[in-house]
């Protein structure tokens, strides 16, 4: 399974709502599919794992949804900490651990 | 609280090796399936390889027959032996935890890969 994101580029003001989309070639278990964030210099960080669930301490204006193909993390009210590169991820042995390319989300 | 340390990056030349490690506290390698995540400077992130608690390990196409992941249980560490490095294997390499998702992460690890 092959994971694109898009866009490559996300230029929002603190306040507005982010959305990001995953796509797969192919059907993926909504199971096994994670987002995280990225700041500079710093490991990712896991958000969301099985498509909707937020790890503990993320705050609820992250959300995640999607299925089959098509999958999407939201943040409501952009909090100028949230500035960063997110990459979703379908972590499962059949794609190979595979990682999308990662949207970075800069300040307009 | 539950940490993972890579360290054993550095400057090799190319058709060089090396090996990382990654010493956990706070968690047990033995007990959970093991990562190791690379990414080239200013690119996104790529898996490398996983060791599973049952002790198969499994690699990117990229890196397979070149790179093997072992643990040892005693001094509760993760390792990657790389081998015929190239300048594409350049990067910062984490560890990472997989529970669920790749939970726990490493600072990771720089490997620069120049003559």
């Known amino acids: 399974i092959v994971l694109t994101q898009s866009p490559g580029t996300l230029s929002l003001s603190p306040g507005e709502r982010a959305n990001f989309s995953c796509r797969a070639s192919q059907t993926a278990s909504s199971n096994y599919l994670a987002w995280y964030q990225q700041k500079p210099g710093q490991a990712p960080r896991l958000l969301i794992y099985?498509?909707?669930f937020r790890v503990n301490g993320i705050p609820d204006r992250f959300s995640g949804s999607g299925s089959g193909t098509d999958f999407t993390l939201t943040i409501n009210r952009l909090e100028p900490e949230d500035f960063a590169v997110y990459y979703c991820q379908h972590y499962d042995k059949s794609s190979l651990y595979a990682f999308g390319q990662g949207t970075k989300l800069e300040i307009k | 609280e539950e940490q993972l340390v890579e360290s054993g990056g550095g400057l090799v030349q190319p058709g060089g090796s090396l090996r990382l490690s990654c010493a956990a506290s706070g968690l047990s390698v033995s007990d959970y399936y093991m990562n190791w995540v690379r990414q080239a400077p200013g690119k996104g992130l790529e898996w490398v390889s996983v060791?599973?608690?049952?002790?198969?390990?499994y690699y990117a196409d990229s890196v397979k027959g070149r790179f093997t992941i072992s643990r040892d249980n005693s001094e509760n560490t993760l390792y990657l032996q790389m081998n015929s490095l190239g300048v594409d294997d350049a990067a910062v390499y984490y560890c990472?935890?997989?529970?669920?998702?790749?939970?726990?992460w490493g600072q990771g690890t720089v490997v620069t890969v120049s003559s």
């Open positions: 060791l599973y608690s049952g002790g198969s390990a």
């Open positions: 990472a935890r997989m529970r669920g998702a790749f939970d726990v």
């Open positions: 099985g498509a909707f």
